[in-house]
């Protein structure tokens, strides 16, 4: 797939009811948002599943990638989780958990000024600890290596709210803490404040239907952004390294594919084509936010 052979989705919301597009190249006609003419208040970089290590070229390909986004006047990014290659398994030692963060600390430096919000994906802890007091055991390390306020937290900008939760609980889901503190949040918001709501695995989709990993308390959140749907628009995921998005009472879930494609390698017999998983290119998506809560949600294939 050449670079500009991308796909852009498409949301449009009227009145708290939200219109959904999917298609190769140029949306629709009649799918632009009204706020397109006074253009975007805020332009950011979803990346998910990097999973960088040093095999495969992966840190040289990955920073060419951050450079690229960077030149591409991003006000910041989004991280999604399974920032490194693998962390949980019962084999990974000390050494290999350190080398990974290493290569992730030092891609940073190509984005050195822009900002980065991340979230706790599920290869990015270290389990294997020999001890639970062990500085590096648990979600606390992953919270310090990727510059985190805490495994969930939240912060706004330019009329937008963004909201970044940890799924990796029992059964794939918030914890009763989080979940109190997510609702709360949302109450305290002013009303029609636009929220944008980042976690590591899908809450809803079309591709967890076949791959799984979707949060178990779906039906619960489901309820929640129910609640308040005049103020939840979007949910960004990753997790699946496949591209799908679903609409469903006012809120668009976005499964935005992954940076690493097929884990840096050449796919396997199921890949469409090289590096993909499946059918999806490894890629970032690029995200225009408007003032009036609308938005595009554009996924864009990266060649390295």
């Not at 591709?207 to 952004?225: C, N, Q, R, V």
């Not at 668009?252 to 050449?266: D, Q």
Request: aromatic fraction near 14%; include cysteine.
């Amino acid at each position: 797939m050449k670079r500009r052979n991308f796909i852009e989705i498409v949301s449009a919301g009227t009145a708290g009811i939200s219109s959904f597009f999917a298609a190769p190249l140029l949306a629709a006609p009649g799918t632009k948002n009204t706020a397109v003419k006074e253009g975007p208040v805020l332009k950011i970089a979803h990346i998910t599943d990097v999973h960088i290590r040093p095999e495969e070229n992966a840190p040289q390909r990955f920073r060419q990638c951050l450079k690229e986004i960077g030149n591409s006047g991003v006000d910041f990014f989004l991280n999604g989780g399974d920032s490194i290659y693998a962390a949980d398994y019962d084999h990974i030692s000390r050494e290999r958990v350190n080398e990974q963060w290493d290569i992730w600390k030092a891609c940073m430096e190509e984005i050195e000024g822009k900002r980065i919000y991340s979230c706790i994906g599920n290869h990015d802890i270290w389990w294997a600890a020999p001890d639970k007091k062990d500085v590096m055991y648990g979600k606390d390390y992953v919270v310090k290596c990727l510059n985190m306020p805490g495994r969930f937290y939240s912060f706004s900008e330019k009329g937008w709210h963004f909201i970044i939760l940890d799924g990796n609980n029992d059964a794939v889901s918030l914890d009763e803490e989080q979940f109190q503190w997510l609702e709360k949040e949302l109450e305290r918001l002013e009303e029609n404040t636009p929220v944008l709501i980042m976690s590591h695995y899908p809450i809803l989709g079309v591709t967890p239907h076949w791959e799984g990993g979707m949060h178990s308390d779906y039906i619960k959140l489901k309820a929640l952004f129910y609640k308040y749907m005049n103020k939840v628009k979007i949910c960004l995921s990753g997790h699946q390294h496949l591209l799908d998005g679903v609409t469903y009472n006012g809120v668009s879930y976005f499964c935005n594919g992954a940076m690493s494609g097929f884990w840096w390698e050449k796919g396997d017999k199921n890949s469409a084509a090289q590096g993909y998983c499946q059918e999806t290119p490894p890629g970032y998506a690029i995200l225009e936010l408007y003032a009036d809560g609308t938005f595009i949600n554009t996924y864009i294939p990266h060649n390295y």
